[in-house]
């Protein structure tokens, strides 16, 4: 009973996209990857071999990469550690034959404080290296 008092109640976490506005704003144009759930334009999460970024509830949340993960394609790692909150980023099977190491359907998943799911959703992780990804500008330098 006392285990069950101090559960805080379940709460689904609902990541908002990352704009171009927050890339530009916090210099978020590093080499790295980029989460999209299908059907959007924008990404949810950004990561790289060293940390990862998302927004929620309008605060946009820094995650340290997990460096014991597994390394994926595009230099992100499969696990991403937040003061309150983890990350688990999966590669899925590429139904197409289409995928390489800058573009391939990934699951994210989004543990809250309880290591429950507090949100999932299936996309594609967009990763570049040096260069924009299409249809971005390339960084000046």
């Given at each position: 009973m006392v285990e069950r008092m101090s559960k805080e109640p379940?709460?689904?976490i609902l990541p908002r996209p990352i704009t171009r506005i927050d890339?530009?704003?916090y210099g978020l144009d590093k080499p790295g990857c980029r989460f999209v759930r299908q059907g959007e334009g924008d990404p949810i999460f950004i990561g790289n071999a060293e940390e990862g970024f998302m927004r929620i509830?309008?605060?946009?949340?820094?995650?340290?990469?997990?460096l014991e993960s597994a390394q994926l394609p595009g230099n992100a790692r499969s696990t991403y550690v937040g003061l309150s909150t983890w990350v688990d980023l999966v590669s899925l099977p590429d139904r197409a034959g289409g995928s390489d190491t800058t573009h391939w359907p990934?699951?994210?998943i989004l543990?809250?404080?309880q290591e429950r799911v507090a949100f999932r959703a299936d996309g594609e992780m967009r990763c570049r290296g040096e260069a924009a990804l299409p249809g971005e500008a390339t960084p000046a330098g």
């Open positions: 379940f709460r689904p890339v530009e704003r509830e309008g605060d946009l949340k820094r995650y340290a990469a997990k990934a699951r994210l543990h809250d404080a």
